[in-house]
């Protein structure tokens, strides 16, 4: 018993102890003037910064290019 539990302990101790590979995140982002960032995302290729004008800006991951830009409206209430 006590050998089984030495091989359970020794098994999670190298299968939980890697953890997933750190999350890659850019070092620097240029924003447009005056916006503020409230909120980040990230895809495979690409990460996408939410800022206080009610914008979506989407930058590709690789070169930190700015490549689309989404305007955000609020709901008309119903």
């Known amino acids: 018993m ?4 030495l091989v359970i302990t020794g098994l999670l101790v190298t ?3 890697g953890g997933p590979a750190p999350l890659a ?5 240029a924003l447009p003037d005056g ?3 409230t909120a980040f995302t990230r895809g495979e290729s690409w990460y996408a910064v939410v800022t206080d004008d009610d914008r979506i800006l989407v930058y ?3 070169s930190g290019r700015l490549t689309q830009e989404v305007s955000i409206r609020a ?4």
């Not at 006590?2 to 539990?5: D, K, R």
């Not at 995140?25 to 982002?29: F, G, M, T, V």
């Open 2 to 5: 006590i050998v089984g539990l």
């Open 15 to 17: 299968r939980l102890g």
């Open 25 to 29: 995140l850019p070092d620097a982002i």
């Open 35 to 37: 916006a503020r960032a």
């Open 60 to 62: 590709d991951a690789e």
């Open 75 to 78: 709901k008309a209430p119903d």
